[in-house]
């Protein structure tokens, strides 16, 4: 009984503060999910500038995180500053991850004190352990739920590793605060991981549904333009071959008629390509000129 009140006094913390961190990474979910739909609208940009901008937006959302802080106790405060940084690295990559870690770490930096190369430590890591995650997370098929918790448990190790860097000052302090820390590391990083994971499998679906009806409209009507173009060309033909024969075998006009029949031959290699269009492909604009499917790669003959 006295472990059982001893527990209910160390989760004393202000709700007020529970939903502010919360309604920020809320935020930044919804942020996120539209810059994403961006992102997979326009993939010709860089996927390095993708990853600086989002990992920008998830560095100041830790900052707030870092500002908005839980109290857990009288004058006693935690925050949720490593689940932006776990949860972005999960989803956009490494890349993301370290530059979220890397601008948080700077303010904690900025705000110096001794427990600074702690925080700036602790940041890193949790980018490093999120990276890790990440990749056992594509061995085993894609981030799970178990990949989150896994990844907020290893989180709380490296902060408790982070709060040894200060010596006897750093253990008392976390063994004050081990309870509140277990709960923000490992549920709140493994419940919003299968959040976010909704969110972007979500998204994926929406995603190839469009690519699916973007690739049968195309394929429609390359084909039904392909069945209008080949009529024509059946007419050309016939009328070059009926030609052909009434020319002397070396004039100049016979010449003229076998050219044309290689531009038949050319069109009607491109009418086949029109009917075998498996996917989509661009040939990228050039001046005034827009871009344009290519045919050739969308029919698989490159």
């Not at 509140?180 to 490992?186: A, F, G, K, W, Y």
């Not at 071959?241 to 070396?250: E, F, G, M, Q, T």
């Amino acid at each position: 009984m006295d472990v059982l009140r001893a527990v209910i006094a160390r989760l004393s913390v202000d709700i007020h503060h529970v939903i502010e961190a919360a309604g920020i990474v809320v935020l930044g979910l919804v942020f996120y999910s539209y810059a994403r739909r961006w992102f997979d609208a326009n993939r010709r940009i860089d996927p390095r500038l993708r990853a600086l901008f989002v990992g920008l937006l998830f560095g100041v959302l830790t900052i707030a995180l870092m500002i908005s802080r839980i109290e857990v106790g009288q004058g006693t405060f935690v925050d949720a500053r490593a689940l932006p940084i776990a949860l972005i690295t999960l989803v956009e990559g490494g890349g993301a991850g370290l530059v979220a870690a890397l601008v948080a770490s700077a303010y904690r930096a900025s705000l110096g004190g001794g427990g600074a190369p702690a925080g700036v430590v602790g940041l890193l890591a949790t980018a490093g352990a999120a990276t890790l995650a990440l990749a056992w997370a594509r061995r085993s098929g894609g981030v799970r739920s178990r990949h989150g918790f896994v990844l907020g448990a290893a989180v709380y190790v490296l902060t408790f590793a982070s709060f040894l860097v200060l010596g006897a000052r750093g253990f008392e302090l976390f063994r004050r605060d081990w309870l509140p820390l277990l709960i923000v590391s490992v549920i709140g990083i493994g419940g919003f991981t299968r959040l976010f994971v909704d969110v972007v499998n979500a998204q994926a679906a929406e995603a190839a549904r469009r690519d699916a009806a973007e690739l049968r409209a195309v394929t429609l009507l390359a084909r039904a333009a392909a069945h209008e173009i080949n009529n024509a060309l059946m007419v050309v033909g016939g009328g070059l071959a009926i030609l052909a024969r009434r020319l002397p075998a070396d004039s100049e006009d016979a010449q003229w008629a076998e050219r044309a029949r290689d531009g038949v031959n050319r069109v009607k290699d491109i009418v086949t390509r029109m009917n075998t269009i498996t996917q989509i492909e661009e040939v990228p604009g050039r001046g005034l000129l827009e871009p344009m499917l290519d045919i050739r790669r969308s029919s698989g003959s490159e």
